[in-house]
């Protein structure tokens, strides 16, 4: 029996292709998605820099950044982001730390390095104080680092030995400052790894 490459084609471009989305992908519907049918004690939570921006009257977001309390959490969300956006949404970026998707103009990452029992518990990942503040469903920022963020202070709630270097020159790029006896106590400190200056990071 002969073979129709062409609709042998065809059929393989209908079975892989994505379906056209449910709704558009804005920042609100992005974030309903993410937070449909789940509370803030069971999960998944936007945290970060998306919440930070939010706080701070800014709309340039880099990314949105979902922290899980386990991978069954973060298959489901991905499957319902895909159910939701369609063609909108692709795979950008696979790494161990996270599988990063543009869904329409946005970056969603989904952080996969660690999984979290709590919120409390992803702000307490966090290397600097401002960027421990989460965004509800509402597009409401709240959190323990609403002061530092409001008013552009940088402060270490825990410190990243080899993440430091690289994290704090793109907070100075965005405007934030450090004590200085703060820094200087951190720089002298031997452990610090010089080696990985550069690199960028999922906060």
């Known amino acids: ?23 558009r992908p804005t920042l609100e ?3 309903s998605v993410v937070y449909r049918n789940t509370t803030e004690k069971s999960g998944p939570w936007i945290v970060g820099g998306c919440a930070r921006q939010v706080l701070l009257g800014e709309d340039n977001f880099n990314d949105i950044d979902v922290w899980f309390k386990d991978i ?18 692709y795979e950008h970026y696979v790494s161990d730390n996270a599988i990063t998707y543009h869904v329409g103009d946005f970056k969603v990452q989904l952080i996969r390095r660690a999984w979290y029992p709590s919120l409390q518990a992803v702000f307490d990942s966090f290397d600097f104080t401002c960027c421990q503040l989460a ?19 940088l402060r270490v709630n825990h410190l990243d030995k080899n993440a430091f270097l690289s994290r704090y020159a793109k907070y100075v790029g965005y405007g934030y400052s450090m004590d200085p006896s703060e820094f200087l106590k951190i720089i002298d400190n031997m452990d610090l790894n010089y080696e990985f200056y550069g690199r960028v990071f999922v906060y």
């Open 1 to 23: 029996m002969a073979i129709n490459f062409k609709e042998l084609l065809l059929d393989f471009g209908t079975a892989t292709e994505k379906p056209k989305p449910k709704q």
């Open 29 to 31: 519907n992005i974030v």
């Open 72 to 89: 069954y959490q973060f298959e489901q969300l991905k499957q319902r982001l895909s159910d939701e956006f369609g063609y909108e949404m």
């Open 135 to 153: 965004l509800d469903d509402n597009l409401t920022a709240y959190g323990p680092g609403e002061d530092d963020a409001r008013n552009l202070r």
